[in-house]
């Protein structure tokens, strides 16, 4: 079976590819700024967009009328977020067959993250990992399947246990990875060259989230499970008092950040947007202003 339009641009040399990552709205105001924000942000053509996937059922609901929403605003490919915790595996069936009716064929098939400080735990009728999405996933339809990666080490593993699992979930059929966030290259160099050493083939694509306010710091230890390098933590630190000045030094980091990644062979950036555009905008217009440079 041929390669996905999306995948095939992963591959090109040259031409990193640029994907924008939204939530799903809780309410009617939500709504409207997720449409407002796609909307700002098409000039800038994403190769895609992505939603995330609700942890309950009401949620998991939203993330399908977000998908609707900004598939009605958009000619852009959508992605679908999935994931097994909490569900059942008919209940994960019933999903993909939602997304297929959406008309959404890029699924990225996630386990899923316990309660913070909890452990995971499988549905007693589901599926156990993320790698037993991405086969069922496969088997379900015509989808293509990406995949979580991890720069700083996923908390139940280890730096070597996560590539081998990276490895697994390409065997399984998963052709694309995208990682959580990060404020290393020098992790997500390392995390491509482990994976790269067990014979892992796939693109990576880098995920990077804008840093505009200072109670950021500490949600990104949580959202990731590692915090931010020493010297990026103080950097911002020493501007936290003075928001416009902290946006500012957060914006700067991070376009270095997705420069340096790029020029080291990243395929391309997931932007995490939180449903807001303008620092997003800001970071890939200053990146397409940049000479283009290698490692």
Same mark, same amino acid.
Do not use: C
């Given at each position: 079976?041929?390669?996905?339009?999306?995948?095939?641009?992963?591959?090109?040399?040259?031409?990193?590819?640029?994907?924008?990552?939204?939530?799903?709205?809780?309410?009617?105001?939500?709504?409207?700024?997720?449409?407002?924000?796609?909307?700002?942000?098409?000039?800038?053509?994403?190769?895609?967009?992505?939603?995330?996937?609700?942890?309950?059922?009401?949620?998991?609901?939203?993330?399908?009328?977000?998908?609707g929403a900004i598939r009605g605003q958009t000619a852009t490919p959508t992605m679908g977020h999935l994931t097994?915790?909490?569900?059942?595996?008919?209940? &994960?069936?019933?999903?993909?067959?939602?997304?297929?009716?959406?008309?959404?064929?890029?699924?990225?098939?996630?386990?899923?993250?316990?309660?913070?400080?909890?452990?995971?735990?499988?549905?007693?009728?589901?599926?156990?990992?993320?790698?037993?999405?991405?086969?069922?996933?496969?088997?379900?339809?015509?989808?293509? &399947?990406? &995949?979580?990666?991890?720069?700083? &080490?996923?908390?139940?593993?280890?730096?070597?246990?996560?590539?081998?699992?990276?490895?697994?979930?390409?065997?399984?059929?998963?052709?694309?990875?995208?990682?959580?966030?990060?404020?290393?290259?020098?992790?997500?160099?390392?995390?491509?060259?482990?994976?790269?050493?067990?014979?892992?083939?796939?693109?990576?694509?880098?995920?990077?989230?804008?840093?505009?306010?200072?109670?950021?710091?500490?949600?990104?230890?949580?959202?990731?499970?590692?915090?931010?390098?020493?010297?990026?933590?103080?950097?911002?630190?020493?501007?936290?008092?003075?928001?416009?000045?902290?946006?500012?030094?957060?914006?700067?980091?991070?376009?270095?950040?997705?420069?340096?990644?790029?020029?080291?062979?990243?395929?391309?950036?997931?932007?995490?947007?939180?449903?807001?555009?303008?620092?997003?905008?800001?970071?890939? %217009?200053?990146?397409? %202003?940049?000479?283009?440079?290698?490692?």
């Amino acid at each position: 079976m041929p390669a996905s339009p999306l995948v095939e641009r992963l591959s090109e040399p040259g031409r990193p590819t640029f994907s924008f990552e939204f939530f799903p709205p809780s309410d009617d105001a939500g709504v409207q700024q997720l449409i407002g924000t796609v909307d700002a942000l098409g000039p800038l053509a994403p190769d895609w967009v992505s939603v995330t996937y609700g942890a309950t059922g009401a949620a998991r609901y939203k993330t399908f009328s977000a998908v609707g929403a900004i598939r009605g605003q958009t000619a852009t490919p959508t992605m679908g977020h999935l994931t097994v915790a909490g569900q059942s595996t008919a209940e &994960v069936r019933r999903a993909l067959e939602s997304y297929e009716r959406l008309g959404v064929t890029h699924i990225l098939a996630l386990r899923g993250d316990p309660t913070y400080g909890e452990r995971f735990a499988p549905h007693a009728d589901g599926l156990r990992t993320g790698t037993d999405l991405v086969r069922l996933a496969k088997q379900s339809g015509d989808f293509t &399947v990406g &995949v979580a990666a991890f720069p700083d &080490v996923h908390p139940d593993g280890s730096a070597e246990l996560d590539a081998r699992i990276l490895l697994e979930k390409q065997e399984a059929g998963a052709e694309f990875a995208i990682t959580q966030l990060f404020f290393s290259v020098d992790a997500y160099v390392a995390l491509v060259d482990r994976f790269r050493a067990l014979g892992g083939t796939m693109p990576i694509v880098a995920g990077i989230m804008p840093v505009t306010v200072p109670s950021q710091i500490e949600r990104f230890a949580h959202l990731s499970g590692a915090r931010m390098p020493a010297e990026v933590e103080a950097t911002l630190r020493a501007a936290a008092e003075d928001r416009d000045r902290f946006r500012a030094v957060g914006i700067d980091l991070m376009t270095r950040l997705a420069d340096d990644v790029l020029a080291a062979g990243a395929p391309g950036l997931q932007f995490f947007t939180l449903n807001r555009a303008r620092a997003t905008a800001e970071i890939l %217009a200053r990146l397409r %202003a940049m000479p283009v440079r290698t490692a």
